[in-house]
């Protein structure tokens, strides 16, 4: 599914984010993405969705070659794959309902399909009653579910999370983790970054852990293994 | 692409120009006094070109012959001019029609004066020669003047050569104050639409991370761009067409102080609707991509 070997980042400003990471993620897995702050998460993250380029090495994703990816083509991998964030990106003047639509008809769905895919997706992350609502009308944890329904409602393959706890209080967390087990059960793959330890001991999953631009650890049902 | 595709783009775009909407006006006045003096300048050249043809098919040679040739000489001199090669036809104007056409124009004020002058006509016999092609009127002239006989001649070529080098002179002001218009007009737009890309940048960000092509995301920019434009011609089409028509019924369709037919307002229109429309399209277009491309980067 996710397939990464010897890649290097480095910024315009030579700052080198990643230096040297292979790994190999299989349909269906959930991963967490662990490690300190400026360790290079986000920059492991972005290359799967081809947001950053690699300078060297070689990314594949759901059957797309990242690194070769023509820049007229990235729209039709950003359809394979749901990305969510930590500030929800959701858009203020649309109710939740229009904010779920609007990931369908940029895509040019058409128009008898949305109704039936948003109303599924909404019902999925259990905000099918609130869905007339606007964002500042909900709290955080209902935001994030808008942001987790518009990520599912195109179907993908593979799921992608930069802190999508970040925000929110540990009740909520654990309710916007339920969803995303549930999504994974389905067999959609789960790429997460995070700094939840509680999640990460109490749901255990593959947890990938990156210091310094390198894989320094990679074991199933791992633990978070720092201290905050 | 389809019908509700470009719906979508189009609806978008009006969109855009309603959120910034001061911009907007901004942008669409540029256009439209940019292209309010390209109309009117364009009006006055049609016009001028139909000037220059009306005059030049009603140009004339007056050949004015010695004083002392009589009547009679004089028609002998007219039928020899006629037989020039070039020359279309000839007007005889006796001594005495040339007298009354003068006293007619002198007016009733002098009227005995004229009368006691009657006695001794010294005017001389004036013919009125045409040349068969208008523009070779000066070359008819020469040889006219070589004829026997002929005193002077006035072929209106002077007065007709002052007219087109002013002419020319006020086209060439009129053009280079219209580039630098139309290249402030695209500026304009780019700057609003910047402004549209700035406040939808969030929306922008979603598009793109949802999938959407960089096309469905140029399109509703591109769209505010011509519509700009469009709105920008139509304002000018409009002034000029009806204050155009409006002129041209209170003139009664001629002129004022050389009474020479105007254009006909449904002409002007039809020729200048094309333009105006064309090049506002293409300023708003243009704007529109440049602000694309420079500040959209996808």
Same mark, same amino acid.
């Given at each position: ?37 400026? &360790? ?45 964030? #930590? ?25 008898? =399909? $949305? ?5 599924? &997706? ?14 500042? #009308?909900?709290?955080?944890?209902? #935001?994030?579910?808008? &942001? ?29 983790? %339920?969803?995303? #087990? ?8 789960? $790429?997460?970054?995070? =700094? ?12 990938? &852990?990156?210091? =310094? ?7 199933? %049902? ?7 | 692409?389809?019908?509700?595709? /470009? ?26 006094? @940019? ?45 020899? *001019? ?58 008819? !002239? ?20 002052? +007219? ?10 009129? +053009? ?7 290249? @402030? !007009? ?10 549209? *890309? ?39 089409? !409009? /002034?000029? !067409? ?29 020729? /200048? ?26």
């Amino acid at each position: 599914m996710i397939e990464m070997s010897d890649v290097w980042k480095e910024y315009p400003n030579k700052t080198m984010a990643l230096s040297g990471v292979s790994i190999k993620v299989n349909k269906g897995e959930f991963l967490y993405i662990v490690g300190p702050s400026g &360790a290079g998460k986000s920059t492991f993250i972005k290359l799967m969705y081809r947001e950053e380029r690699p300078t060297k090495g070689h990314i594949f994703v759901n059957g797309f070659n990242i690194d070769r990816l023509k820049e007229r083509k990235v729209p039709y991998l950003r359809r394979n794959i749901g990305v969510i964030f #930590q500030d929800f990106k959701l858009l203020p003047r649309m109710s939740t309902y229009e904010n779920v639509a609007f990931a369908l008809e940029v895509i040019n769905t058409p128009a008898r =399909h $949305v109704k039936r895919r948003v109303h599924d &997706a909404l019902e999925w992350v259990g905000l099918l009653d609130k869905a007339k609502m606007f964002p500042n #009308q909900l709290s955080g944890g209902e #935001q994030q579910r808008i &942001a987790i329904a518009r990520a599912i409602v195109n179907n993908p393959a593979v799921i992608i999370a930069d802190e999508p706890t970040g925000n929110l209080d540990p009740e909520t967390s654990w309710g916007i983790m %339920k969803v995303f #087990q549930r999504i994974n059960e389905r067999g959609t793959t789960i $790429v997460m970054a995070t =700094h939840n330890k509680d999640i990460v001991n109490t749901i255990r999953r593959r947890v990938v &852990a990156i210091e =310094h631009g390198r894989i320094v650890r990679d074991e199933n %049902k791992g633990l978070y293994g720092y201290d905050d | 692409m389809t019908i509700r595709m /470009i719906g979508r783009h189009i609806r978008e775009g009006l969109k855009n120009m309603w959120r910034n909407g001061w911009m907007s006006f901004a942008s669409v006045s540029a256009v439209a006094i @940019t292209l309010l003096i390209l109309g009117a300048a364009m009006v006055v050249a049609l016009n001028a070109e139909q000037l220059s043809t009306y005059v030049t098919g009603e140009l004339e040679i007056n050949v004015y012959l010695n004083q002392q040739v009589t009547d009679a000489q004089g028609q002998q001199v007219a039928r020899e *001019i006629d037989q020039l090669s070039g020359v279309k036809s000839v007007q005889y104007i006796s001594k005495e029609e040339g007298f009354k056409r003068l006293k007619k124009m002198v007016g009733t004020q002098y009227a005995s004066f004229m009368e006691s002058v009657n006695s001794g006509n010294t005017l001389p016999v004036q013919l009125v020669v045409k040349a068969a092609n208008p523009r070779e009127t000066t070359k008819v !002239a020469a040889e006219i003047l070589s004829v026997p006989s002929v005193h002077n001649i006035q072929d209106g070529e002077n007065v007709l050569g002052k +007219l087109f080098s002013f002419l020319n002179a006020v086209r060439d002001v009129g +053009l280079a104050f219209v580039i630098a218009l139309i290249i @402030t !007009a695209m500026f304009l737009i780019s700057n609003t639409i910047r402004l549209a *890309i700035f406040s939808r940048r969030r929306e922008i960000e979603i598009m793109k991370l949802v999938g959407a092509t960089n096309w469905f995301i140029r399109w509703p920019f591109v769209w505010e761009g011509i519509l700009i434009g469009v709105l920008g011609a139509a304002i000018p089409f !409009a /002034i000029i !067409a009806y204050g155009y028509q409006f002129l041209y019924h209170y003139s009664g369709g001629a002129f004022v102080a050389l009474s020479f037919p105007l254009m006909k307002a449904g002409l002007v229109a039809h020729k /200048i609707g094309g333009i105006l429309f064309g090049i506002g399209i293409i300023i708003g277009l243009w704007g529109g991509i440049m602000s694309v491309r420079r500040f959209l980067r996808i």
